[in-house]
């Protein structure tokens, strides 16, 4: 099986997120969609869908 890459960044889940929401019809607060983002970073991680990887500061 090839690997590939893929970044995953938790303030574009939750800006997916909020925007699915409002066009279902809910207002979520911006601290909520911050943890859906999180819950759904951490589930990935579980699933071993993905590896964190931390970036070294230079």
Do not use: H
Not at 41 to 48: G, M, V
């Amino acid at each position: 099986m090839k690997e590939i890459e893929v970044v995953i960044d938790t303030e574009e889940i939750a800006e997916f997120f909020y925007n699915q929401l409002i066009r279902r019809g809910y207002v979520p607060e911006p601290e909520e969609m911050e943890e859906l983002a999180d819950i759904t970073f951490d589930y990935l991680l579980e699933k071993c869908m993905i590896d964190e990887i931390f970036e070294e500061e230079e």
